[in-house]
Nanobody, 123 residues
Framework: VQLQASGGGLVQAGSSLRLSCVAS????????MGWFRQAPGKEREFVAA????????DYTDSVKGRFTISRDNAKKTAYLQMNTLKPEDTAVYYC?????????????????WGQGTLVTVSS
């Protein structure tokens, strides 16, 4: 599976962005999809995950109520809708694919990674 993330950019605080992650290969629906982010000087952190069917999602506390993860298995695409963006959301955002579900918050569990897309939120 190859993943291509896009949709990042420079926006003002309070704005919205939608990130997309397009997968190649036939088995997109067999993977949990996750979004992680890494700010300068910080470790990569979990942002959101969605189960293979799309029925189950989870978020890190700092984005709950502002971010929404979704997927379209027919289009082999996962999305991260980000609303009410804050300067502290500034980071490179990565999408990733994981064969299971149980360890979805752990970056080490993921099998495939996209290249990252930069989100910069100005105050």
């Amino acid at each position: 599976v190859q993943l291509q993330a896009s949709g990042g950019g420079l926006v003002q605080a309070g704005s919205s962005l939608r990130l997309s992650c397009v997968a190649s290969g036939r088995s997109f629906g067999s993977y949990t999809m996750g979004w992680f982010r890494q700010a300068p000087g910080k470790e990569r952190e979990f942002v959101a995950a969605i189960s293979k069917s799309g029925l189950t999602t989870d978020y890190t506390d700092s984005v709950k109520g502002r971010f929404t993860i979704s997927r379209d298995n027919a289009k082999k695409t996962a999305y991260l809708q980000m609303n009410t963006l804050k300067p502290e959301d500034t980071a490179v955002y990565y999408c990733a694919a994981y064969r299971d579900w149980n360890l979805y918050k752990l970056a080490q569990a993921y099998d495939y990674w996209g290249q990252g897309t930069l989100v910069t939120v100005s105050s």
